[in-house]
């Protein structure tokens, strides 16, 4: 083998032109389905050191994906395609990927009866639009599919580029990488350095406080500290690059201790932790249970709870005391009170906290009830008004917080039930 022979090969394994990632299907530049693949898969490239410099979308015109697909030959190393591989006609990922390199179609009888077995086990009769899925070009190999009928491919149909085809369900895409993809990914292609990423999550404070209680750490270049802030909360992530994975943690640590002294308990949980997590992680360490009571939240705070495996550790139950009627027979929130202060009122939310307590026998108890909107608001009481009681062994705490109306029924509510769970978080931690 000769010198240039040897760089050639050098050339293959290594990624230095990147990862570029085309999601397909009109649904997703209509907005009517959440491009969640994208970032999914853009967090497993960087957990693998792997550099990732461009995203596209492109709906189900074959045009246009071949236009992406020749772009993507040119600049990048890999392209990862997702959705376009079922049996409809507007399914044309790979048909469309076999004309881009006038390759032909072939039959995969493995994926064949495979297809066939999967639809006999549904008590369903494959059709020609089913058997379309086996056509594979020639020269590329299959990726399972566990879960589907849809293949996925790893094809190397010009020098330095190779397509990698995943469906654009994310059950499948995600088994189908973990099994397949990854692995692949890590023997064929040399990374110098790793990668790792750390989150922070924080809550009752905006993204630019934080940020400016940070500054000087959010200008490091490596750890990189970057804000992303969402409905309620904001996230700080920390990425680390290193020669091993060890290494890259070893260097997150200092900053995260460096963070968490300056930001105290607006700091709540890592990673995947939510509210809900964190909360009943609290009360199981505690040996303590939690009822609630929630009105304007309309269910919203029990789901959030019982999202959460496990939850029914802590979780007794909880009411949607709508009408004012639940609060008075269910909750024996008075009537007179109701009249004197109304029902978005410290002293109401205070009886429905005592109510659903005495209700369910629990430890600690939770009420909400607030003007979500866009109707029902005052001068006194204006639309985003939301009160709330925390009551358990520790005492209790109430009072109102408000929300902008702008911000709309659906999130008021949600921002409602993050500021529940956190009232109930940061009244336990002030306590104890």
């Known amino acids: 083998m000769n010198q240039k022979q040897r760089q050639d090969i050098s050339n293959q394994k290594t990624c230095s032109k990147g990862v570029e990632v085309l999601c397909i299907g009109t649904e997703l530049l209509l907005g009517n389905i959440l491009n969640s693949n994208a970032k999914w898969l853009a967090e497993e490239l960087s957990a693998l050191g792997l550099p990732h410099y461009r995203q596209t979308v492109v709906g189900d015109n074959s045009n246009r994906l071949r236009e992406a697909i020749l772009e993507a030959s040119q600049r990048s190393r890999i392209l990862i395609t997702t959705g376009g591989l079922g049996p409809t006609p507007d399914d044309l990922t790979t048909e469309t990927i076999g004309e881009c390199f006038q390759t032909h179609l072939e039959q995969n009888n493995n994926v064949w009866l495979d297809i066939q077995e999967k639809l006999k086990f549904k008590s369903k009769t494959p059709s020609k639009s089913n058997q379309k899925q086996a056509l594979i070009p020639i020269g590329a190999d299959i990726i399972p599919n566990r879960y589907g009928t849809a293949p996925g491919i790893i094809w190397t149909p010009i020098h330095n580029f190779t397509i990698i085809t995943l469906p654009g369900v994310p059950t499948e895409m995600k088994q189908m990488w ?3 993809v990854a692995p ?10 790793s990668f790792f990423s ?3 999550r924080f809550t009752g404070v905006t993204e630019s406080s934080l940020a400016e209680k940070l500054e000087d750490i959010l200008a490091k270049e490596n750890p990189t500290v970057a804000p992303y802030a969402s409905l309620g909360e904001v ?3 920390i990425t680390a690059k290193s ?4 290494d890259a943690k070893e260097l997150i640590k200092p900053i995260e201790k460096e963070i968490l002294n300056r930001t105290g308990n607006e700091f709540y949980g890592c990673d995947e932790d939510d509210l809900a997590s964190v909360v009943i992680e609290i009360l199981r360490k505690r040996g303590e249970t939690l009822a609630i009571a929630e009105s304007c939240t309309g269910g919203g705070l029990g789901a959030a709870i019982t999202s959460i495996s496990g939850s029914s550790d802590v979780f007794l139950g909880g009411v949607i005391a709508y009408q004012n009627s639940i609060k008075k027979e269910f909750l024996d929130v008075s009537e007179k009170l109701i009249e004197q202060h109304g029902a978005v009122s410290t002293e109401v939310v205070e009886a429905m906290a005592i109510g659903i307590q005495k209700k369910f026998n629990s430890d600690w108890s939770i009420a909400v009830s607030g003007l979500a909107g866009p109707n ?3 001068l006194l009481k204006p639309i985003g008004l939301v009160q709330f009681c ?3 062994p520790l ?5 109102p917080e408000i929300f902008s109306s702008k911000a709309g029924r659906i999130s008021i509510q949600k921002l409602s039930v993050l500021k529940a769970l956190d009232k109930l978080r940061l009244f336990i931690l002030k306590k104890s």
Do not use: H, P, Q
């Not at 020669?243 to 060890?246: A, G, L, R, V």
């Not at 005492?395 to 009072?399: A, D, R």
């Open 178 to 180: 973990a099994k397949s």
């Open 235 to 237: 996230k700080i992530r």
């Open 184 to 193: 692949w990914l890590k023997a064929n292609l040399k990374v110098d350095s």
């Open 198 to 200: 750390k989150v922070l």
């Open 395 to 399: 005492g209790n705490e109430s009072g």
């Open 376 to 378: 029902g608001g005052s």
């Open 243 to 246: 020669t091993t994975d060890s």
């Open 390 to 392: 925390v009551r358990g």
